[in-house]
Nanobody, 116 residues
Framework: QVQLVESGGGLVQAGGSLRLSCAAS????????MGWFRQAPGKQRELVAI???????NHADSVKGRFTISRDNAKNTVFLQMNSLKPEDTAVYYC??????????WGQGTQVTVSS
């Protein structure tokens, strides 16, 4: 059973920075894609950023230039560096990983709150 452990959320003032981490363990297969999603109250969960095993990344337009996704393949860990945070970035952030057989797993979520 794949387990994802997220960390790094918290409360920060607008303009500040946070770094999220998500470590995956227990996968029988190679992890192909790692990504971050977020869900604000009353809204649908949305993609924030995704990175595949070769290093190609994709960031949502709303976070381009402010957030950067990266990964450590040796440790099956994905990071999300969030700079210039805005109140509208407030949400629960979820890590998701997908293995080479397209099975996906979600983390428990970590709260990010940005005060104005």
């Amino acid at each position: 059973q794949v387990q994802l452990v997220e960390s790094g959320g918290g409360l920060v003032q607008a303009g500040g920075s946070l770094r999220l981490s998500c470590a995956a363990s227990g996968s029988r297969f190679s992890i192909k894609t790692m990504g971050w999603f977020r869900q604000a109250p009353g809204k649908q969960r949305e993609l924030v950023a995704i990175i595949i095993s070769g290093g190609t990344t994709n960031h949502a337009d709303s976070v381009k230039g402010r957030f950067t996704i990266s990964r450590d393949n040796a440790k099956n860990t994905v990071f999300l560096q969030m700079n210039s945070l805005k109140p509208e970035d407030t949400a629960v952030y979820y890590c998701r990983v997908t293995d080479t057989f397209s099975a996906s797993y979600w983390g428990q979520g970590t709260q990010v709150t940005v005060s104005s």
